[in-house]
C-alpha cells in the first residue's frame, strides 16, 4: 500500500517554480531584446540570488533539499541505471541534472553581468573590465542561450517520461511536495529545516541578487569641469 509523504519543502517548491519562470522570461526577452533588454538584466540578477538561495539550502535546508542526501558518486548511478536503485528524493542522474542546470544559469548569470549589446545596455559588472573582454563574454552568454534550452527541454523529457511511462507525478509533487512511496523505511531519520535555516538560505539568495546588481562599485568620476580660457 503507497503512502503519501511530504518530500519536496515549501521552500525548494516555491524556489523551482520561480527559478522556471525566471529562466523563461530571461530566454523570451533575452531573444526579443529591444526594451526587454533591461528586463532580461533584472531576470539575471534574480537568477543569481536564486541560485545563491538553492546552494545554501542545499546544505541547511530539510532532508531531501539538502546535497549530502541526493549527490551519488558513479555506483549508485549504475544501480539506477540497472534498476537497483531504491530512494526517495532526486534519483542519481536527476541529481547531476541539478548540478548541471544550477551551474549554467549561474554561469549565465555571472556572464550577463559583464555584456553589453553595443547600444544602450551594459550589465553591471561592464566597467570592471575592458571592451574587449565585455565583448567576448557577451559572445558566450549569447552561446550559453543554447545550453540552458538543451538542458530544460532535457528536464521537460525527462518528466514526460517519468509522468508517462514510470506513471511518476512529478509535476503534482512539486506542487504539493508529497509523493507516493510504497516502502516508508528510513523516513524516520528526515528532518524539517528550522525557520533559522530559512532566514540563512534567504540572506545568502538577497546578497548574492545584490552582489550580482553591482550596487557595491562605486560610481565612475565625474567628468573634469571645463574652465573657459579668457
Not at 549569447?142 to 521537460?156: D, E, P, T
Not at 509533487?173 to 524539517?192: Q, R
Not at 545568502?204 to 550596487?215: E, Q, R
Request: charged content about 10%; proline content about 6%; glycine content about 12%.
Amino acid at each position: 500500500m503507497a503512502t503519501r509523504i511530504r518530500v519536496w519543502d515549501l521552500p525548494l517548491r516555491v524556489f523551482h517554480w520561480l527559478l522556471a519562470l525566471t529562466i523563461l522570461g530571461a530566454m523570451v526577452s533575452g531573444q526579443l531584446g529591444g526594451n526587454l533588454v533591461i528586463w532580461h538584466g533584472r531576470l539575471g540578477i534574480l537568477a543569481a540570488g536564486l541560485v545563491g538561495f538553492r546552494l545554501a539550502w542545499g546544505v541547511v535546508g530539510s532532508t531531501h533539499a539538502r546535497f549530502s542526501q541526493f549527490l551519488r558518486g558513479p555506483g549508485a548511478i549504475l544501480a539506477y541505471l540497472r534498476g537497483e536503485w531504491q530512494g526517495i528524493g532526486h534519483n542519481p542522474l536527476g541529481a547531476l541534472s541539478v548540478l548541471a542546470l544550477l551551474g549554467v544559469v549561474a554561469l549565465q548569470s555571472l556572464g550577463g553581468l559583464f555584456s553589453n549589446d553595443d547600444i544602450a545596455f551594459q550589465g553591471p559588472f561592464y566597467a570592471l573590465v575592458s571592451k574587449d573582454t565585455s565583448d567576448w563574454l557577451t559572445g558566450l552568454h549569447r552561446q550559453g542561450f543554447w545550453a540552458v534550452l538543451g538542458l530544460v527541454l532535457l528536464h521537460l523529457g525527462a518528466v514526460a517520461f517519468y509522468t508517462h511511462v514510470r506513471k511518476e507525478k512529478l509535476v503534482r509533487a512539486m506542487i504539493t511536495g508529497d509523493k507516493e512511496v510504497t516502502d516508508p523505511t528510513g523516513l524516520e531519520s528526515t528532518h524539517k529545516a528550522t525557520p533559522l535555516a530559512l532566514i540563512i538560505a534567504v540572506g545568502v539568495g538577497l546578497a548574492c541578487a545584490w552582489a550580482a546588481s553591482g550596487a557595491w562599485i562605486p560610481p565612475p568620476p565625474p567628468p573634469p569641469v571645463q574652465v573657459p580660457e579668457w
